[in-house]
């Protein structure tokens, strides 16, 4: 008999068995104590167990296992639910292959439908119990109930045509063989060769502009001076090779090409004066931030002119700050000799 059976016996007690128990014998007040602290030992045991935290001592021995039953419905349910997903697979898999039977250009040699079941166990325990002494022996029963699940799947249509598949191939090909096209410009070995050539060219044109409007080309007799109207204050040349003015620009159009006139920048500085020549005392200030010149570039090529990009850098010795210029450089073919055209000085 467990606890429940105990506790009806009450439920149903009639007035005479509730008077025989007015005959029950009395218990001491120690008699009592003892009771009452073996039946809370009882009690924490019996938590213990529920929670699955047994605590034992060193003389105390376990015996039996705790017994549970469930309900009588549990079994005939998940049979039922068992049934319902095999019955949900196999609706499945009509229904796929029903909308695959519809599809006029779909393959259906190419759709394969697999079926996995899956076994899954439910542990379903049933006890005897059986009483002997007082204590209490429990046997316990699993049941495996195997579930069946159904999935379906389907394997990705391929082309339907051969040239369907080319098609694929084609744009594929196309799409990983394609590069972004470069952007970097290659001179060609021309190019190079009249870089190289112009180069050359404007560094002759910039030591001989700046010798000839802030320099001094020409032997001079620094005590024969001339101050003209406008204050200017011009040395006599003394070379005996200048006999005319085109004896003075004979030197600088060796490297210039005369269809660029530069008269007008000759002309301020070199005069003549009672039929001697004289040179304008000037002065000029070379740029301290220059630092050199490139030809990047073949601009143009136009008859017997060629045109060049230049481009200057300027860089701050202090603060180590640069930047660069941008200018147009030319040499001429004149009779055969390259001569410079349009220029610039950088310094």
Request: glycine share 6%; aromatic share 10%; hydrophobic share 30%.
């Amino acid at each position: 008999m467990n606890n429940n059976d105990r506790f009806r016996i009450f439920e149903n007690a009639d007035d005479k068995f509730i008077e025989r128990l007015k005959d029950s014998p009395k218990f001491t007040d120690d008699e009592k104590e003892r009771m009452f602290k073996m039946s809370k030992k009882i009690f924490e045991d019996k938590k213990n167990m529920v929670n699955g935290n047994i605590t034992m001592t060193e003389n105390e021995e376990v015996n039996g296992v705790e017994r549970y039953s469930r309900p009588a419905w549990y079994k005939p349910l998940i049979s039922t639910a068992a049934c319902l997903v095999v019955l949900a697979g196999v609706a499945g898999s009509f229904m796929v292959m029903k909308n695959l039977g519809k599809t006029g250009t779909t393959d259906t040699s190419k759709v394969t439908a697999t079926q996995a079941s899956t076994e899954t166990t439910e542990e379903v325990l049933t006890t005897d119990a059986t009483t002997t002494a007082g204590t209490e022996a429990v046997t316990t029963t699993i049941v495996t109930v195997p579930v069946a699940a159904a999935e379906t799947t389907t394997e990705p249509t391929e082309p339907a045509t051969e040239a369907e598949k080319e098609a694929v191939t084609e744009i594929v090909t196309e799409a990983d063989t394609t590069e972004p096209a470069s952007e970097e410009t290659t001179l060609t070995d021309h190019d190079a060769e009249l870089i190289a050539q112009a180069t050359e060219l404007y560094d002759r044109a910039c030591a001989k502009y700046w010798e000839y409007t802030f320099g001094d080309p020409f032997a001079l007799d620094n005590d024969d001076v001339y101050i003209d109207d406008r204050g200017w204050q011009f040395t006599r040349i003394t070379d005996d090779s200048i006999q005319s003015r085109s004896d003075i620009f004979s030197g600088f159009y060796e490297v210039f090409a005369s269809r660029y006139l530069y008269d007008d920048i000759l002309y301020d500085r070199y005069i003549e004066h009672d039929g001697k020549y004289y040179v304008a005392n000037v002065g000029r200030g070379s740029n301290i931030f220059y630092t050199g010149s490139e030809i990047t570039d073949v601009k143009s090529i136009e008859g017997d002119e060629i045109t060049f990009t230049v481009v200057s850098t300027y860089e701050d010795p202090g603060t180590g700050e640069s930047e660069t210029r941008t200018s147009v450089f030319s040499m001429v073919d004149e009779n055969g000799t390259w001569k410079a055209g349009r220029f610039e000085i950088p310094n």
